[in-house]
């Protein structure tokens, strides 16, 4: 099983501020299937990222996935105020898929 | 316009079996893709159950393995979440899904329903 830590567990910025966040594998992701969720309170996951770059449909360009094998990021260039929330990395690659533990993003 | 919707009890006793169905409208299930679960305790994380494709291939989650098992009614375009034994442990979030493939299209996930275990 392929353990995905993320880091770190909470980030405290202000509007307007850069967002990263990281990742880290336990093995290499198959085919970078790695993808990027963003969960607001009361809400189901909603797919930010997949394939560790690729922006799902009508996400923001303020939104960016990068890496591959084992270290994956998501940055956020100019935090809005709707993206304070929970940010999960997922790897779809291998059996069973897997979740890092979550990236809380709040407001500074 | 894919959509799924869970529906099952929301309480559960101690060392029962705990059962969600899951209804997807807007696309047919022997269409293609994988279908899945996925839960969430409260204020924790998310936790992949396992998925399902139409003709029965399934993979769990080795760590409930054990006490879980899917199937899927073609029929009426469900499938559907079995898991036995369950404890407090077992209290979450449980969400369906046409989860992210690595083949692309779009995910889809049900808005979720909260089952409780408690006596």
């Known amino acids: 099983e392929i353990v995905l830590t993320q880091s770190p567990g909470t980030l405290s910025l202000s509007p307007g501020e850069r967002a990263t966040l990281s990742c880290r594998a336990s093995?290499?992701?198959?085919?970078?299937?790695l993808a990027w969720f963003q969960q607001r309170p009361g809400q189901a996951p909603r797919l930010l990222i997949s394939?560790?770059?690729n922006r799902a449909t009508g996400i923001p360009d303020r939104f960016s996935g990068s890496g591959s094998g084992t270290d994956f990021t998501l940055t956020i260039s100019r935090l809005e105020p709707e993206d304070f929330a929970v940010y999960y990395c997922?790897?779809?690659?291998?059996?069973?898929?897997?979740f890092g533990q979550g990236t809380k993003l709040e407001i500074k | 316009q894919v959509q799924l919707q869970e529906s099952g009890p929301g309480l559960v006793k101690p060392s029962e079996t705990l059962s969600l169905t899951c209804a997807v409208s807007?696309?047919?299930?022997?269409?293609?893709?994988?279908w899945g679960w996925i839960r969430q305790p409260p204020g924790k994380g998310l936790e992949w159950i396992g998925s399902?494709?139409?003709?029965?291939?399934?993979f769990y989650n080795p760590s409930l393995k054990s006490r879980v098992s899917m199937s899927v009614d073609t029929s009426n375009n469900r499938f559907s979440l079995r898991l036995s034994s369950v404890t407090a442990a077992d209290t979450a979030v449980y969400y369906c899904?046409?989860?992210?493939?690595?083949?692309?299209?779009?995910?889809?996930w049900g808005q979720g329903t909260l089952v409780t275990v408690s006596s």
């Open positions: 899904a046409r989860p992210i493939a690595p083949s692309g299209g779009a995910d889809y």
């Open positions: 807007g696309y047919s299930i022997t269409s293609g893709y994988y």
């Open positions: 399902i494709y139409y003709t029965g291939n399934i």
């Open positions: 093995q290499s992701v198959s085919s970078s299937y």
């Open positions: 394939a560790a770059s």
């Open positions: 997922h790897q779809y690659g291998s059996s069973p898929r897997t």
